[in-house]
């Protein structure tokens, strides 16, 4: 039996003038891909220039081994 859905991968994408666009990695501990997506808008600081996705999820083994608990969330550079 699968491990159950626990989190989301989050990707932030960030414009930039006249660049590539720059792009972070955030592991959330939120099964929902909307709320995870608001957790780190929120944590971030949303500007216009910022797009916020959830891109794929995340096992509770996942979870577990990066240490999270419930709306905790690691950046992955």
């Known amino acids: 039996m699968p491990d159950r859905i626990e ?3 989050v990707r932030v994408t960030t414009k930039r003038f ?4 720059l792009r972070d990695f955030y592991s ?10 608001t957790i780190i808008g ?14 794929g ?3 509770a083994a996942e979870i577990r081994a990066l ?5 905790q969330f690691a ?3």
């Open 7 to 9: 989190g989301q991968t």
């Open 28 to 37: 959330v501990a939120e099964p929902d891909p909307r709320k995870a997506e």
């Open 75 to 77: 950046h992955h550079s």
């Open 67 to 71: 240490g999270l608990k419930p709306g």
């Open 18 to 21: 006249g660049g590539s666009p």
């Open 42 to 55: 929120r944590a971030i600081g949303m500007t216009p220039d910022v797009l916020v996705e959830a891109v």
């Open 57 to 59: 999820s995340l096992s």
